[in-house]
């Protein structure tokens, strides 16, 4: 298969995450014969810093022009420290969001055997999680209007939703959990906010279409707490904007790490991948980034073109590295030496090379450069 995809890799430690997850793409299509092809496009501070947008026109027509988009991170504490801010790289990120439609975000979160002691939740609790997360991206608090008085004391943001916006997203979520345990869980607040009695009413009237599927809703502040007393018993979780941003940071700690998980941002025309971890600021260049959120994230781009097989490589690659601790300090404090290009040669030499797993640990421990 012939794949354009642009790569936005943003601020922080965007670009070296991203970086390895091309590297993983790049033995994919060797060893599948695929020609991906990546080109390049500014997003997010550097953005700003060259053009005075963070989300340059030539970017966007770039995005529309290409098969796929991998994003890596944006934000950068100049911004963040400055609340007068007008232009902020993040607005880069949502008006991307937008512009392209990616109204489904689906991140999944899962517990790997190999890391159940890494998690600061305890393993009996955890074992087992395999929750897949949508997350409502193009409505909701984020999107409506906002406002600030003249005298800078009152401020508001709008929390809009149309039906439309919630079905689309259903239907996605209900086709998911037919193809797992079938069960979905929808988080709202329906006891306070009338947008959340919406939510509720139109996904209970979908609900029926699909009868092999059963529903649970569960208030945000409860469904906060089961995420991390009982996750297993959660298989699709659906909510709207805010609430999944929320969530599925918290889910981050059930797997050991947020830099493990990956995300699609998807529409009716263009798809996004891309890490949910931010950009890191404090470890940019440092080399201690953990880079397979983003890896995992090309894995969900392939299965995105049907190509399962090309995925399942990557992420056995993955498991791989998770299993020989080849990961980065975030999972293994005491891997001091591991850094994110190591992982990142890692998966690409395992994808090529699978049955020479001892050379390829042996050598990334001695930091010398991989095979081939
Ligand atoms: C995410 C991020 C973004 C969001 C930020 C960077 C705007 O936290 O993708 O989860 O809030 O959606
Ligand atoms: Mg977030």
Redesign the pocket.
């Known amino acids: 298969m012939k794949l354009n995809i642009a790569v936005l890799a943003g601020d922080g430690i965007g670009p070296e995450v991203t970086q390895q997850a091309i590297k993983a793409l790049n033995a994919v299509a060797v060893e599948c014969n695929h020609q991906f092809y990546f080109k390049p496009a500014d997003v997010g501070a550097i953005a700003i810093d060259k053009t005075g947008n963070p989300l340059p026109e030539q970017t966007l027509d770039l995005c529309k022009n290409t098969d796929a988009i991998l994003f890596g ?3 950068h504490p100049k911004y963040d420290n400055d609340p007068k801010a007008k232009v902020r ?2 607005q880069g ?2 008006a991307l ?1 937008k512009s392209l439609g990616l109204y489904a ?1 689906i991140r999944p979160v899962k517990a790997y055997e190999t890391l159940l002691d890494q998690s600061p939740l305890k393993r009996e609790i955890i074992s087992g999680t395999d929750i897949l997360m949508f ?1 409502e ?1 193009t409505g909701g608090i ?1 999107f409506g209007q906002k406002e600030l008085s003249p005298d800078g004391n009152t401020a508001s943001d709008l929390c809009v939703y149309h039906r439309h916006e919630i079905e689309r997203i259903a239907h996605l979520a209900f086709k998911a959990a037919m193809n797992r345990k079938k069960k979905i869980t929808l988080v709202d607040k329906a006891n306070v906010l009338e947008s959340s009695r919406l939510w509720r009413r139109v996904i209970q009237e979908i609900a029926p279409e699909y009868p092999e599927v059963t529903l649970e809703v569960l208030f945000v502040d409860n469904a906060a707490m089961q995420l991390i007393l009982n996750p297993s018993a959660i298989d699709v979780l659906l909510t709207e ?2 609430f ?2 929320i969530l ?2 918290e889910a981050s700690v059930i797997g050991g790490s947020i830099g493990l998980l990956a ?1 699609a941002s998807v529409g009716d025309q263009y798809a996004l991948f ?1 890490p ?1 971890h ?2 890191y600021p404090q470890a940019t260049g440092k080399g201690i980034a953990n880079p397979i959120a983003s890896i995992l994230s090309a894995a969900m781009l392939l299965q995105h073109f049907d190509l399962h097989q090309e995925a399942k490589m990557i992420e056995e690659a993955v498991e791989k590295a998770l299993e020989l601790d080849i990961v980065t300090p975030d999972l293994n404090p005491n891997n001091t030496g591991v850094t994110t290009s190591m992982v990142g040669d890692f998966i690409h030499d395992y994808i090529l090379h699978p049955e020479d797993r001892h050379l390829n640990s042996k050598h990334v421990y001695l930091g010398q450069s991989t095979i081939i």
């Open positions: 991170s944006i934000g790289p993040e990120l949502l969001r975000n997350r991206l984020y904007n805010m999944g941003d599925s940071d995300s891309e949910i931010g950009s």
